[in-house]
């Protein structure tokens, strides 16, 4: 894996790319450019600034019976909005990493929010529907960035010091993402991390219900039924 320990002379407030590449279940003939990989910075050893959370409030938004955004990325502090625009009953929950929480039942029309209040990711699931899942990715400042289609990052306006570089892809296990961890020194001399080398998995990972059980058949009785 190609990822720069160090960089040099780079100028305050200078934008830092990264470049994410695949390998699908390790198949060496199956590489891409993964879109939907987050990568952040954050402080190592030395204080830094942390940013503030933004006035605007963040929404994950229910419709369609899914989350959109699926993933989405918001500096410690803030609140995420979680507006049901369905015509049916939803009950958002996350009680496995990061932050936990459960909304309960509610109706269309209505918002729910979260405070996000310390750096992790979270698991974002519905109650009532198994297919609706997101993620929630809290992180210590603006320094964040979401992978495109052709796996291009770039990290905003990172002022020189020295951080930890963390990564985050769907379906990833633990260990692979510790593996892609390093400690970088921002200066002056170059403005790219390199390479992220990504394992992705072709299997779909499921999910229990808030009980930890399976999700029962919906039936015309359940919250969130709907006519077809």
């Not at 879109?35 to 006035?55: C, I, M, Q, R, Y």
């Not at 989405?72 to 369905?86: A, I």
């Not at 269309?108 to 750096?119: L, M, N, Q, S, W």
Request: contains cysteine; glycine residues 8%; proline residues 10%.
């Amino acid at each position: 894996m190609a990822l720069a320990t160090a960089l040099g002379g780079v100028s305050p407030g200078q934008d830092i790319t990264v470049t994410a590449r695949a390998a699908w279940n390790g198949d060496a003939a199956s590489h891409g450019s993964p879109a939907g990989v987050v990568v952040w910075l954050a402080p190592a050893g030395e204080a830094t600034t942390a940013t503030p959370p933004s006035s605007q409030h963040p929404r994950l938004v229910q419709k369609n019976k899914a989350f959109e955004p699926h993933v989405l990325v918001v500096p410690v502090g803030s609140v995420v909005e979680f507006p049901n625009h369905d015509p049916f009953f939803h009950n958002v929950f996350s009680l496995f990493d990061g932050k936990r929480f459960d909304l309960g039942l509610y109706e269309a029309g209505a918002t729910r929010e979260v405070h996000f209040d310390k750096p992790g990711v979270s698991y974002i699931f519905c109650n009532i529907h198994p297919q609706m899942s997101a993620v929630v990715i809290a992180v210590p400042n603006s320094y964040y960035a979401v992978s495109d289609k052709q796996g291009q990052i770039i990290l905003p306006g990172v002022v020189p010091g020295h951080y930890m570089v963390h990564a985050w892809y769907e379906g990833a296990v633990p260990e692979e993402l510790e593996k892609l961890e390093r400690e970088v020194t921002i200066s002056e001399r170059n403005s790219s991390l390199g390479v992220l080398h990504l394992k992705l998995p072709h299997a779909v990972q499921t999910h229990k219900n808030k009980y930890g059980r399976d999700y029962d058949p919906p039936t015309p009785s359940s919250p969130g039924y709907e006519q077809p």
